[in-house]
């Protein structure tokens, strides 16, 4: 039997009590859960140890693929720019015909330049090679948190607007203990038993 059939087998044979009705029980739970506790360790060096050269192999594959994506990257950021300049450069001097054709139809004169009426179809539709696509990624930047947080609570925007920074108000609820007192908040506990490893 190898040792990570051994462990499963260890672990099978964990039975917790359904309950705790006297001191002698109370000492056999809490020396059950040292032993628990201290067979969750051994599983984890266990693994561990077996996960060890396969974590070596993978950063080194993780940091081959990236030197290679990294001399991918500055060639594709290049044509990128290159194509996105080009198209927005069309696209504003296909804005500028339209403008120019509906005006011109407005005052029920010829449009000047190449383009009449009948091309403005082609000319708000740019072509693009097959398999091309562009796509436009929208993200924001908060410039004024406060202003966000006023916003929110004067009703003008929902309160997921705003996500809180759990880190942080679990740091201060830890520092200020009993004491902690902050608006819309609450101080919640949890109780974790540790048993102390041997050797």
Not at 73 to 102: N, S
Not at 115 to 124: N, V
Request: glycine fraction near 6%; charge should be negative.
């Amino acid at each position: 039997m190898d040792s990570s059939t051994a462990l499963v087998e260890e672990v099978d044979a964990l039975a917790p009590p359904t309950e705790i009705t006297s001191r002698e029980e109370y000492r056999v739970a809490c020396q059950q859960l040292g032993g628990v506790q201290s067979l969750r360790r051994k599983v984890d060096d266990h693994y561990d140890e077996l996960k060890a050269p396969v974590l070596v192999a993978q950063r080194g594959l993780i940091k081959a693929k990236k030197a290679v994506l990294d001399r991918i990257a500055p060639v594709e950021k290049a044509l990128t720019t290159l194509i996105v300049t080009w198209e927005d450069a069309m696209e504003h001097q296909a804005e500028k015909e339209i403008r120019l054709i509906m005006e011109a139809e407005r005052q029920g004169e010829r449009p000047p330049g190449p383009f009449t009426k009948d091309d403005i179809p082609m000319l708000a539709a740019p072509s693009r090679p097959e398999g091309l696509q562009r796509r436009t990624h929208v993200k924001v930047k908060v410039t004024d948190m406060r202003a966000l947080a006023r916003a929110v609570a004067d009703g003008e925007l929902p309160a997921e607007y705003l996500k809180p920074n759990d880190s942080a108000l679990a740091s201060r609820a830890r520092a200020d203990g009993e004491l902690f007192s902050l608006p819309g908040c609450e101080r919640v506990t949890k109780a974790i038993l540790v048993t102390r490893s041997e050797g």
